[in-house]
């Protein structure tokens, strides 16, 4: 590189470092004065001085190289580093600036973040922080509505079994959820990459499972689309339940846009944990669909595979309105046959022959639990901020589109600012047709299979045309397309004539 694109780099990532809003100026000044020599004339190197000091995460030093600077800070938040990402929304991991990292009192409330609402408080000054792009909620009024109502569905529940939600709000034209940031690894990605539980290790996880989604039931809440990726496993072996995204609250009016909440003909959910009832009207369910997508999850954790996997979307749903799966005996021997005859009551077709409540479900799965070791419960982070931030980083290094993600943050420049608002140049949150819903802590690509739908099913007065269709063999679908446009071309030649 020549003395003057040496020079023109350095000075323009100074610049991004001085505008970033993660340094005050004197802060800024004595970290340069402070680096070796070479670094403060080198931006690679001093890159990764700050880096290596722990002053900057690998992320935001990537981003601001580029000359990147904007939207490494929303309210008093810093986002760390993405943790993932779907068609509506990222997930970063934050920290919350002014708190210190391990000693601070336990339950100590912190400073009310402009705009937003705190629920509850935290040891740790660690968040996941989940972003609505500015753009989309411009764009996208029913995308918007989801995410508001998820903020305030939010709010209502509070259980060692369910992700804890901190504050939500709005800054500068950004929508946000602050939630706890929980280590470990979503029961999709422990099973595909140890195989299947054992049956008391599945026990037991899904006993907490019932535990903290009958607490939501308790709250007039169902959550509509549980699965394995929306069930986190902690490092002392707990289950976390996430994302109220799809929940539907019992008392509220629905709106008259069904692809918001669902409806008769529009389905929300996951197609291979979605209960028969759902798939008929996503609005008129109870709690008992949840029990059904339960013992589905449950399924899965002891057998490697959904109920009924391959197929289409239209085709799971057919499937799990009128087949059974495979027995689990067949595909685990280890299983013994009364838990799998509490499994498939849990997937019974019609509602009334499931468990009555989900409380009923943990009491039936608490004895078969015994063989598996108790442990306590994850009440904070046991390792230091900068393992947290390495451990993420590790486990999204090899997925390079993940890193392109940055919150799309109008900001102004600087502290005086009159100067417009400006949105962040890499629009990472865009993602192509069939991308996942939902997904928290998963790198890009470990949960597009199982991804959450809005799915429209049914026109001309309700006929189901895309269960008749999409059922088809594709070559026999073509010829009827095929003799559909060839019948209209000849009534069109017949009309001219």
């Not at 350095?10 to 800024?28: H, N």
């Not at 601070?104 to 409330?109: D, L, N, P, S």
């Not at 504050?167 to 959820?177: K, S």
Request: charged share 25%; hydrophobic share 40%.
């Amino acid at each position: 590189m020549s003395t003057v694109e040496s020079a023109s780099t350095i000075d323009r990532f100074r610049q991004a470092l001085a505008r970033c809003g993660l340094f005050e100026r004197r802060e800024l000044d004595a970290l340069i004065r402070s680096a070796p020599a070479p670094a403060r004339s080198d931006a690679r190197r001093l890159a990764d001085h700050l880096v290596e000091k722990s002053h900057l995460t690998h992320f935001q030093a990537a981003k601001l190289l580029k000359g990147v600077w904007q939207g490494l800070v929303l309210g008093r938040y810093q986002i760390l580093a993405p943790l993932g990402r779907g068609g509506m929304s990222t997930v970063y991991l934050a920290r919350v600036r002014g708190e210190a990292p391990r000693n601070a009192e336990r339950g100590t409330r912190s400073a009310e973040p402009e705009g937003g609402h705190p629920f509850r408080a935290s040891s740790s000054p660690l968040r996941a922080l989940k972003v609505l792009p500015p753009k989309m909620a411009r764009t996208d009024e029913r995308k918007l509505a989801r995410f508001l109502r998820e903020m305030e569905l939010a709010e209502r529940v509070s259980h060692p079994h369910l992700t804890q939600t901190f504050d939500a709000g709005q800054i500068q034209g950004v929508y946000y959820i602050a939630m706890e940031y929980i280590r470990g690894q979503s029961l999709t990605r422990r099973v595909n990459e140890h195989g299947p539980l054992p049956v008391a290790r599945a026990a037991r996880l899904f006993s907490e499972v019932a535990a903290g989604i009958g607490h939501a039931h308790q709250k007039g809440l169902i959550h509509r689309d549980l699965k394995p990726s929306n069930i986190m496993v902690t490092p002392n072996g707990h289950a976390k339940v996430l994302d109220l995204g799809f929940a539907l609250s019992l008392d509220e009016e629905l709106p008259a846009d069904k692809t918001i909440l669902g409806g008769q003909g529009y389905v929300v959910g996951t197609m291979d944990y979605i209960a028969p009832e759902q798939v008929d009207d996503p609005t008129g369910v109870d709690h008992r669909a949840d029990l059904y997508s339960l013992g589905c999850s449950l399924y899965f954790a002891l057998t490697g595979q959904p109920p009924f996997p391959g197929g289409t979307s239209i085709q799971k749903m057919q499937r799990h309105r009128t087949e059974y799966p495979e027995p689990l005996a067949e595909l685990n021997p280890t299983v013994p046959a009364d838990f799998a005859r509490l499994v498939a009551r849990l997937m019974d077709k019609d509602p009334r022959r499931r468990y009555p409540d989900a409380e009923a479900v943990r009491q039936a799965l608490w004895p078969w639990a015994a063989g598996d070791p108790a442990l306590q419960l994850d009440v904070a982070l046991h390792e230091s901020e900068e393992q947290t931030i390495h451990e993420v980083e590790s486990a999204h290094s090899d997925a390079p589109s993940v890193w392109d993600a940055i919150p799309l943050v109008p900001l102004r420049t600087g502290a005086s600012g009159s100067a417009p608002a400006v949105e962040a140049a890499a629009d990472g949150l865009q993602q192509p047709e069939g991308s996942p819903a939902k997904f928290y802590r998963e790198p890009v690509g470990d949960s597009l299979s199982g991804s959450s739908e809005v799915r429209q099913l049914t026109t001309d007065g309700g006929k189901e045309i895309p269960f008749l269709l999409d059922s088809l063999h594709p070559l026999l679908r073509a010829f009827i397309y095929v003799v559909a446009l060839v019948i209209v071309t000849l009534l069109i030649i017949t009309l001219r004539g």
